[in-house]
C-alpha cells in the first residue's frame, strides 16, 4: 500500500440489506469527522450512495458522486429481460426485492446538495430527466483509458502473452464482466447457440471466477 494512502475501516458491508444499512449509518456518523481529520479538499462518492444518509450542506468539504447508472435504471433493466432468474448474482436479487425502499432513497439523494459526475451523454441526460438533477451539479467525464497499456500499436506485445489466441484459425469473440444479467451474460449465450452453427468460434470470457461458467454454456459450444 503506497504510503500516502489511509484505509478507515467502518463497520458493515454490501453483503446484505441489514449489513448495508449498518454500513450506511456507520459512514453517516464517521465521515464528517474522518474529512475534518484528514483535511481532504472532496469526499469522492459513488450510486452505490454509501452516504445515502450524510447531510452534504453540513459537510466541510464538497461529496462529489459518480455515476455510471442509476438503481432505478438498473432495476427497469433486470425486469425488461426475459430470461430466468438463476443468473442474477445477489446484488441484483437484493435489489429487485427491496427495489420501492432503495429507489425512494435514490429519489431523496439526488435532490441533495452534491455534485454528480457521469461516464456517459446518456446517463448526465437520465439524471435530469428522470431524477430531476440541476443540470449545473452534473458533469461529464468519460472513463479514462491509459493509451500506453492499450494500444494497437502494442500488438506484438500481446501476441507474446496470449500465444494460444494467435494459433486460434477462428473467429475471437472476447467477453469481459460478471456472468449476471446486469452484464448481458444472457446475451453471450444466445449469441454463442447463434454462431455455434455458422463455424468455428473461440470463446475468450473474462469475468467472476467464482462462476461455474462452463455448467452454464450451451452444451453445442462447448466441444
Known amino acids: 500500500m503506497p504510503p500516502n494512502v489511509f484505509i478507515h475501516p467502518l463497520r458493515g458491508s454490501a453483503e446484505s440489506l441489514y449489513q ?32 445515502l444518509l450524510c447531510k452534504p ?14 438503481v432505478e435504471d438498473h432495476v ?16 441484483e436479487r437484493k435489489t429487485l426485492i427491496a427495489q420501492r425502499l432503495v429507489i425512494a432513497g435514490e429519489n431523496r439523494y439526488y435532490k441533495s446538495r452534491r455534485h454528480f459526475i457521469s461516464v456517459a451523454k446518456w446517463g448526465m441526460e437520465s439524471l435530469k430527466s428522470s431524477k430531476r438533477v440541476d443540470p449545473t451539479r452534473i458533469s461529464l467525464v468519460y472513463n479514462g483509458v491509459d493509451t500506453e497499456k492499450f494500444s494497437p500499436r502494442k500488438r506484438a506485445d500481446h501476441e507474446s ?63
Open 161 to 223: 502473452r496470449f500465444t494460444t489466441l494467435r494459433e486460434v484459425d477462428a473467429l475471437k469473440v472476447l467477453f469481459v464482466g460478471r456472468y449476471t444479467l446486469g452484464k448481458g451474460y444472457h446475451v453471450l449465450k444466445e449469441a454463442m447457440r447463434n454462431l455455434a452453427t455458422k463455424g468455428d468460434v473461440h470463446f475468450v470470457l473474462a469475468g467472476d471466477p467464482k462462476g461455474a461458467v462452463l455448467s452454464d454454456v450451451p452444451t453445442e459450444c462447448t466441444t
Open 20 to 51: 448495508d444499512a449498518l454500513f450506511k449509518g456507520s459512514v453517516a456518523v464517521n465521515l464528517t469527522r474522518l474529512a475534518r481529520a484528514t483535511d481532504c479538499d472532496v469526499v469522492s462518492s459513488s450510486s452505490r450512495m454509501p452516504d
Open 76 to 91: 427497469r433493466a433486470l425486469r425488461s429481460c426475459t430470461t430466468d432468474g438463476d443468473i442474477l448474482d445477489r446484488h
Open 57 to 70: 450542506e453540513h459537510f466541510p468539504v464538497p461529496i462529489v458522486t459518480t455515476v455510471h447508472s442509476t
